[in-house]
């Protein structure tokens, strides 16, 4: 699995897009990359994945670069309830043919504090 | 509902003895991971299995061990040789499309 770096910490306004980045240079053709967030001592709770078409849901955005490089996460209008550790990674899904799971690994994320 | 159950949340252990963290989930899923996290730090993976009966050493396995007899079921065992064992620990699954899915986590802590 590619490995990735997200800044360490961010702050964000209540009301205002919280855009989370993502550096993922190593990234291969079949890998997607994914969004979870860890509120404290919880299970990662997943927000979104993509390939390199940019996605939206009900949580977040996410867009990627054209050359997949990187990515970023998009809370539209943050919360205080946003306020987590945000992990991305890539990983390509799990192979038909061979049955191999990707091994997951994360990093330390990113740290969002969402203040009034 | 489906998901993924670990048990027990908290559970305390004697220095030299080894406890068992018990993972399962009605998913359906091939595919199973550990994780253990300490304060204020990132998810750091310990050991995953693919399939029935097969599990590969993920980053930090020494100390650790897992058998995976059943789909369903992905216990870890916290072995006296691991020498700072308090810590988050967090088992998941994943689908085919590889969407992740965590368990509640499960605290040891250490006497």
């Not at chain 1, 980045?21 to 299970?43: D, F, K, M």
């Not at chain 1, 890539?90 to 740290?111: D, E």
Request: aromatic share 10%; with cysteine.
């Amino acid at each position: 699995d590619a490995k990735t770096t997200q800044p360490p910490s961010m702050d964000c306004a209540e009301g205002r897009a919280a855009n989370l980045p993502c550096n993922h240079s190593t990234i291969s053709g079949n890998e997607y990359v994914y969004w979870y967030r860890q509120i404290h001592s919880q299970g990662p709770q997943y927000i979104i994945h993509g390939l390199k078409n940019n996605e939206t849901n009900e949580m977040a955005s996410l867009i990627i670069t054209e050359d997949r490089k990187s990515s970023t996460l998009i809370l539209p209008h943050a919360t205080l309830r946003d306020t987590a550790v945000y992990y991305c990674i890539v990983s390509a899904p799990r192979s038909s043919y061979t049955g191999t799971a990707s091994k997951l690994t994360f990093g330390t994320g990113t740290r969002l504090q969402v203040t009034l | 509902d489906g998901g993924i159950t670990q048990s027990p949340k908290y559970l305390f252990r004697k220095e030299g003895q080894n406890v068992t963290l018990s993972c399962e989930q009605n998913l359906n899923h091939d595919a199973m991971y550990w994780y253990r996290q300490d304060p204020g730090q990132g998810l750091r993976l310990i050991y995953y299995s693919q399939i029935v009966n097969d599990f590969q050493k993920g980053d930090i396995a020494e100390g650790y061990s897992v058998s995976r007899e059943k789909k369903e079921s992905f216990p870890l065992t916290v072995t006296s040789a691991q020498k700072n064992p308090t810590a988050f620990y967090l088992c998941a699954s994943t689908s085919e499309r590889n969407t992740i899915y965590f368990g509640e986590g499960s605290w040891l802590t250490v006497v």
